[in-house]
């Protein structure tokens, strides 16, 4: 089967980094997907990585280990606008994303 | 129209109504998806469509039907509303071309029944 884990809620301080961690089993793979999600809003994508290794995309990096099972996000010079729900999606061999219940960051000033 | 639209923003609903969410997108899209979003749980897939004419279930479909009669509409039905569909509702559309791609979201249709 398939099984997505990542933290419930992390809380970090204005100015400071944090990492979103996101493990995973499957039997198929066909890349892994990070969206953000403001309270009330639709999520928007953020990143994919199918290749193992580090993608960086302004304050924003993600990086996946396939044979870990394990992905992160990794936040840089937090602003209080990235207090939101960051969402780990599973790409499977049909190509149907399963998701993660999702990680609620909470900046403080 | 600018991206993929849904409809409505808002409803509450009668236990035993049918009810129809719509979901329309410009992108020319070929797949379409229809999620409930609850807390505490990732988002479920509840029935997609990889392309016109076709369509197929997913993670939770009991008690919703779709139709995909064309590319730009994905309407999903609630035949006889239960409190349990109370939820969230997002339409998501991406292209196939290519490989995997991002999915676009719609704003979310919050549904309640009582």
């Known amino acids: 089967g398939q099984n997505i884990d990542q933290p419930t809620e992390m809380t970090a301080t204005e100015g400071a980094i944090v990492q979103i961690n996101c493990t995973y089993q499957t039997s198929g793979f066909n890349g892994l997907f990070w969206y953000q999600q403001h309270a009330g809003e639709a999520p928007t994508f953020l990143s994919y990585?199918?290749l193992d290794g580090l993608e960086e995309k302004g304050r924003f990096s993600s990086f996946l280990s396939r044979s870990k099972g394990y992905s992160y996000l990794l936040l840089k010079e937090l602003q209080m606008k990235d207090s939101a729900s960051y969402l780990c999606?599973?790409?499977?061999?049909?190509?149907?994303?399963?998701w993660g219940a999702g990680t609620k960051l909470i900046i403080k000033p | 129209i600018a991206g993929i639209t849904q409809a409505p923003t808002s409803q509450i609903l009668a236990a035993g109504r049918r009810m129809t969410l719509r979901c329309t997108q410009d992108?020319?899209?070929?797949?379409m998806y229809w999620y409930r979003q609850d807390l505490g749980l990732g988002l479920r897939l509840i029935h997609y469509?990889?392309?016109?004419?076709?369509?197929g279930k997913g993670e939770v479909p009991d008690g919703y039907s779709v139709s995909r009669a064309n590319t730009d509409d994905f309407p999903l039905t609630l035949a006889s509303a239960v409190p349990s569909q109370t939820s969230v509702y997002f339409c998501a559309s991406r292209g196939l071309a290519g490989g995997p791609g991002e999915l676009f979201f719609g704003e979310g249709s919050r549904l309640t029944v009582l």
């Open positions: 992108m020319r899209h070929n797949a």
């Open positions: 990585n199918v």
């Open positions: 469509s990889n392309t016109a004419g076709t369509t």
């Open positions: 999606a599973l790409m499977d061999s049909n190509y149907q994303l399963i």
